[in-house]
Structures are given as structure tokens and as C-alpha cells.
């Protein structure tokens, strides 16, 4: 059972350059997370999808465009990417329709260096 | 500005010591959650609280849900190197919205 898993594991880019940031998940969960993280900010949410074909922003959506045309996969892409998107990313599923027990299973996370 | 701040940010203690983390906001949630970060690897559940006043424990952790559900803590009794990791909380608020919002972590380093 492989659940959760990104890639690359680590990606090292240049500033202007598209990126697409991979995650695939093996449990059918309906919803899927996109969050940074960076040192003394946590876990910020980039963009959360509902299903295959509903996505919605998070706190920090912009420079990044998701899709979810399949329920077990939703990649990341940074259009154009910018020093400041240097960070840990981590994709993240929620197993089925809990109400406030929410309990989100993650990814390895992808390291993203623009340099 | 951090919907939810945890405190301290970094601790670094001996084995067999006692320590607490504090998660708190201005923010009413739902409920709230701990994960467990360790080096290269995605957080992991260790406990979810929903009742205001909840206390759960897991083998030497504590958690405690404040009476009006805006602040955490995480109490660990005799510490061991193994715990040693970057402890998350975070929080449902009561929007419907399935994500969470997390809090910056707290950074505990365990030494022999």
C-alpha cells in the first residue's frame, strides 16, 4: 500500500522556469492539499481540491496553478517560478468524509530550490 | 500574523526532563489536532481533541483542548531522545472548510 507520494523528492530550478510539482494517492480519498512550508510560517495551504475537478485557494495561491482531472492525482505547477517559491511542499489527503476529525495523511514533500 | 502561535518555538532538554508546548489563538476551532514532524518525512497524527476541557493521553503525552476551544497543550513527561521532532498543531475552524491551519511548530530536541 504506497498511500501518499510526491515527486521529484528534490528539484533545484531556475527563476522564470515552469515546474509541476507531482502527487498521487492510493486511498481514493476525496480531498487533496497542497501546503509550503518554510521556517517559522508552518504549513501554509496553497490550494485544496474537493474532488476530481473542484479546486478552491488556500491562504497563499498565487504564482501556483493546480489541476485534478483524475481523483488519485493533483499536481502543482509553478508557472513561473521565483526565488521567494523556494521551499519544502507537501501534498496531503484526507480519508473519507470525517467531520471534524479531519485527519490529514502526508506526503514525503518535494524540496524546491529556485535559484 | 499567525492565526495560531505556538510557544516556544525551539526547546532543547535533557532526557527524563517534563515539558509542555502551547498552541493559542483569538479563534474558536472545531477542533484540533497534533502532528509529529520528523527530519525528511510529511507530519503524522499523533491525537485530535474536539470537546472544550478534552484531555487525551498518549503513553507519556498529554494533550489538553481549552474549555473555549481556542488553545492546545502538549505535555510530555519524562522525555526520550525518540521524541525528538518539530510537534504541529492545528486547527479546524467551523467554516465546513476541510483544511486546517496550522501553527509555525515547536522545534523539541531531546539529548541523551
Known amino acids: 500500500d504506497a498511500g501518499i507520494t510526491q515527486s521529484p523528492r528534490y528539484k533545484i530550478t531556475e527563476t522564470g522556469r515552469q515546474v509541476t510539482l507531482m502527487c498521487h494517492q492510493t486511498?481514493?480519498?476525496?480531498?487533496m492539499f497542497w501546503y509550503r512550508q518554510d521556517l517559522g510560517h508552518g504549513l501554509r495551504l496553497i490550494y485544496y481540491s474537493a474532488a476530481a475537478d473542484i479546486t478552491d485557494k488556500g491562504e497563499v495561491p498565487d504564482g501556483y496553478v493546480v489541476s485534478r482531472s483524475k481523483t488519485e492525482n493533483f499536481p502543482l505547477t509553478l508557472e513561473s517560478a521565483t526565488r521567494s517559491q523556494t521551499s519544502v511542499y507537501f501534498c496531503?489527503?484526507?480519508?473519507?468524509?470525517?467531520?471534524?476529525?479531519?485527519?490529514?495523511?502526508f506526503g514525503p514533500g518535494t524540496r524546491l530550490t529556485v535559484l | 500574523t499567525q492565526l495560531l502561535e505556538q510557544s516556544p518555538q525551539f526547546l532543547s532538554i535533557q532526557e527524563g526532563e517534563n515539558l509542555t508546548v502551547y498552541c493559542n489563538s483569538s479563534s474558536v476551532f472545531s477542533s484540533l489536532q497534533w502532528y509529529r514532524q520528523e527530519p525528511g518525512e510529511g507530519p503524522v497524527l499523533l491525537v485530535t481533541?474536539?470537546?472544550?476541557?478534552e484531555v487525551k493521553k498518549l503513553k507519556r503525552l498529554t494533550f489538553q483542548f481549552g474549555d473555549a476551544r481556542k488553545d492546545s497543550s502538549l505535555h510530555i513527561t519524562a522525555a526520550q531522545t525518540g521524541d525528538t521532532g518539530l510537534y504541529l498543531c492545528a486547527g479546524k475552524q467551523a467554516t465546513g472548510r476541510r483544511a486546517l491551519t496550522f501553527g509555525s511548530g515547536t522545534r523539541l530536541q531531546v539529548q541523551p
Open positions: 496531503a489527503s484526507i480519508k473519507g468524509l470525517a467531520g471534524v476529525y479531519n485527519e490529514q495523511f
Open positions: 486511498w481514493s480519498h476525496s480531498y
Open positions: 481533541v474536539v470537546t472544550g476541557g
